[in-house]
């Protein structure tokens, strides 16, 4: 039998996930399962630097990831875009990616060594900035890409083309494109439609748009998305990943959204199913009267 080994992936500068992490270790070294383990970043990786890395390998046989949703964002960045299938344990409470709670980390971690978990995979984003005709950045996303304008700016102009056919001007306070897993997150504050996770399409979402029938649109996971700032501008307009990294975008930067050839695979929670979740997450009541009854 081949040796397996673990990545274990806690959040930054927070002591029980640290401690957690170590008796989760040497628990799986007792088992005589090689473990990989690291901390966060507090940070993603600078204006200009944008290579995440971790010194986790790309072929452990699972990821464990100790903290909230947040951290799992990071680590699906680094480590699950390879399909490294990925296990969210929440050290809070219920989350829509690390729905496991502390409470049940043995247990379903003794399932998952097992392989009595199910799994499901998850598009992500690969978005690449041009500039002048050259690339200077891309990167891998499994919530959103947002384009935003600074906290004081004016309205901004963003045209948007969808496989070469021209969409539409927004003009906005930005635009955020979600992949189905990240519906949940800023594009519901922003209006958008909730989205199933496994969904094979991706929702475009103006954020404040000047004219309102400007509306949340979505479209296949094969569409490819060209974005440019409408008009010249001295406004700043940044780009955000994961709602983590930031970069700065000129005017005439087009920004091409597409979807990875890397996949996410996220064990499913073997106590709760997603609309559980969903109900939990976004406090919808807990119980219903009929009207007749009233």
Not at 90 to 113: A, H, K, Q, W
């Amino acid at each position: 039998m081949a040796s397996q080994s673990v990545g274990i992936i806690y959040k930054h500068h927070h002591n029980p996930a640290k401690e957690e992490a170590e008796r989760l270790s040497a628990w799986f070294k007792k088992r005589d399962i090689r473990v990989f383990s690291e901390e966060m970043d507090a940070k993603g990786p600078a204006n200009g630097t944008f290579k995440e890395s971790s010194s986790i390998p790309n072929d452990v046989n699972w990821v464990v990831v100790l903290g909230g949703d947040g951290t799992l964002l990071g680590a699906a960045r680094r480590v699950g875009r390879y399909g490294v299938p990925m296990l969210g344990v929440n050290l809070g409470g219920l989350g829509f990616l690390t729905c496991i709670p502390l409470d049940r980390l043995y247990s379903v971690v003794e399932t998952m060594i097992q392989g009595g978990l199910d799994m499901e995979t998850r598009v992500m984003l690969k978005t690449k900035v041009l500039r002048n005709g050259s690339e200077v950045i891309q990167f891998q996303v499994l919530n959103d890409v947002v384009i935003n304008k600074s906290t004081l700016a004016r309205i901004i102009d963003l045209d948007v083309t969808i496989n070469d056919s021209f969409l539409t001007t927004f003009r906005a306070d930005g635009l955020i494109i979600s992949t189905p897993t990240g519906s949940t997150a800023y594009n519901l504050s922003a209006g958008g439609p909730i989205l199933y996770p496994t969904s094979e399409s991706f929702v475009l979402t103006p954020i404040c748009p000047f004219t309102l029938t400007n509306r949340p649109i979505i479209i296949p996971d094969k569409a490819v998305m060209d974005i440019k700032l409408g008009k010249e501008s001295e406004e700043t307009v940044v780009l955000t990943f994961d709602g983590q990294v930031g970069f700065d975008l000129h005017h005439e930067d087009v920004v091409t959204i597409r979807k990875s050839d890397g996949k996410i695979t996220l064990f499913k929670s073997p106590d709760h199913s997603y609309f559980e979740i969903l109900r939990t997450k976004l406090m919808w009541g807990g119980t219903t009267r009929r009207i007749e009854d009233e």
